[in-house]
């Protein structure tokens, strides 16, 4: 493969490299994966507040909005109900 231009012993070429193959394969490891991420109850009040101010004015949908926060759209409306 060097021989075609590819530097076998570049460690940071490597890490890409294998990140592309597990990519394409979809054999992406655990290390890659986002963690959950866990809120307070007082961070869920906070954004369902936040919710209320955004729905008074119209302005987005609430799966857009749970997007824009990053939760589920159905945790979001698990937090409205509850």
Known sequence: MEA???????????NELNELISLVTG??????????R????????????EWKKVEAAGKK?????AREIGVGYQT???????
């Open 4 to 14: 075609a231009g590819l530097p076998l012993n570049d460690g940071r070429f490597l």
């Open 27 to 36: 054999s992406a490891t655990a290390a890659k994966t986002s963690k959950r």
């Open 38 to 49: 866990s809120f307070t109850d007082a961070e869920k009040s906070k954004i369902v507040e």
């Open 61 to 65: 949908t609430k799966a857009a909005f």
């Open 76 to 82: 979001f409306i698990n937090w409205l109900r509850g």
